[in-house]
């Protein structure tokens, strides 16, 4: 759990990450989890920043599907 937390915060572009999940089935993993982002960002930007951790993690965990849920962080506040 933290290495999966320490490599999604590892991108300049992510500012916070909660309500990790992970599973197994077989040798199948499954990580679940919602990474933060700047809300003033574009759909677009936000969607690159998403693969580019997801990219990361598989890289790590190559036997697993991995699931982002894209938040916005607001000024002290996590949505």
Known sequence: REKIFKIAL???KILGCHDLKTRSSG???FIQLHIEMDGDISLREAHIIS???IEALEKEFPQSEVILH????TEGKTL
Not at 70 to 73: M, S
């Open 27 to 29: 040798r199948h993993s």
């Open 51 to 53: 693969e580019q951790v």
């Open 70 to 73: 894209e938040d916005p962080k």
């Open 10 to 12: 590892g991108h300049p």
